[in-house]
């Protein structure tokens, strides 16, 4: 007989992280998340502050079949005025009874909490963090920080009655496989910068804590019209600088600055999921630490993982002198595989500038909604 529980010992999170290993265990794309960053995530995260989380555990028997986790997302609904509840870290074997359990004890418990509006998911926790569906693009690994689910999860979640908010597109490019039109013109576009006094430099590592405070303010006005966006409070953004510091290039961390002020900032990483495939069970010890160490020169690909640009500095140019500065660091490092996402699908601007230098729309994931 199924049933769904609530984790609540180190033991049931332990579980509640280590299932999709089983689940996935034959499957030759996908990727472990490292242990020790999920079980961050899921209860010392800055999150966790303001923010309610509850994560369930679906039996079958003795046996996990199914996770997920319900979450009040406070900061979502106090800056986008609604009452909404979201899911996440989702993963269930194919079988809709054991979904549709998992979902209603999140409606239940999002009940529970006075939302009223709609249920959203998957967001883990929003999309400040690794969200989406994968429901295009199963035949290759995700690259780093990036979801990755079964085809099946698609029918599992529109048969529990949830249908489109919004998709994010991952786009890709092969080799040099990339209109370079970008790099050509870099110094021509870079001259016209500096006749309004805005440079494009690199992150300065050294006094990452200043640098840090500023980009704070460029994230949350970047981003703050698209679809589900929530603002990082300090705490959270300190939280997330912190990680990227440890797995960032320099070469791919730029900044458009105009007298002191930064006005932008393009952020790529090496896609270290190329190594986290092959550690077992996401655990860095006792050999995993290894791997990461010895292979992080090895790493031959890269996400384009964030490109922002605030209000009053965008069609100036900036976006095409990052694009330029890191498609130029990729061909100089000899990289192969380079990933830009996400993008909403509604983002017509973005997109078609994509379009522009060959991006290949090559893996689409969904962010679903129901009414209460």
Request: proline share 3%; aromatic share 12%.
């Amino acid at each position: 007989m199924k049933k769904v529980v609530q984790v609540q010992s180190k033991k049931d999170m332990a579980a509640f992280i280590d299932f999709p290993h089983d689940l996935y265990e034959d499957d030759p794309n996908y990727v472990p998340e490292l242990f020790i960053a999920q079980r961050d995530l899921l209860t010392t995260h800055p999150f966790h502050k303001h923010n309610s989380l509850q994560c369930f555990l679906a039996y079958d028997g003795d046996k996990i079949v199914g996770r997920i986790a319900a979450i009040l997302n406070n900061a979502h609904n106090e800056f986008n005025h609604r009452n909404d509840g979201f899911w996440g870290f989702f993963d269930c074997i194919n079988d809709q009874e054991t979904a549709d359990l998992l979902f209603k004890a999140v409606t239940d418990w999002l009940k529970a909490k006075g939302i009223d509006q709609k249920l959203i998911g998957p967001t883990n926790f929003s999309t400040n963090e690794a969200c989406g569906l994968l429901i295009k693009g199963f035949d290759s690994p995700p690259f780093l920080m990036m979801t990755y689910n079964a085809p099946y999860y698609e029918q599992l979640v529109e048969k529990a009655g949830y249908s489109k908010q919004v998709d994010l597109i991952a786009w890709h490019w092969d080799g040099d496989g990339y209109d370079d039109k970008s790099v050509r013109l870099l110094n021509a576009l870079q001259e016209r910068l500096k006749r309004n006094n805005i440079i494009i430099r690199k992150v300065n590592l050294k006094n990452f804590k200043s640098e840090v405070e500023k980009l704070r303010t460029v994230y949350n006005s970047a981003w703050d019209k698209n679809t589900g966006f929530v603002p990082l409070t300090d705490d959270e953004f300190d939280y997330l600088a912190k990680d990227l510091k440890l797995i960032l290039d320099p070469d791919f961390a730029l900044v458009a600055e105009q007298d002191g002020k930064i006005v932008a900032f393009g952020l790529a990483l090496p896609n270290y999921n190329e190594i986290f495939r092959t550690i077992k069970r996401g655990r860095l010890f006792p050999t995993g630490i290894f791997k990461l160490l010895l292979n992080k020169k090895k790493i031959k690909s890269l996400r384009i993982y964030a490109l922002g640009v605030i209000d009053g500095y965008r069609k100036m140019g900036i976006e095409a002198c990052l694009y330029g500065t890191i498609i130029k660091e990729y061909k100089r490092k000899g990289l192969k595989h380079a990933e830009a996402g996400w993008t909403l699908d509604n983002n017509t601007m973005i997109n078609e500038a994509i379009i522009a230098i060959k991006g290949d729309p090559y893996k689409k994931y969904r962010i679903y909604e129901k009414q209460i």
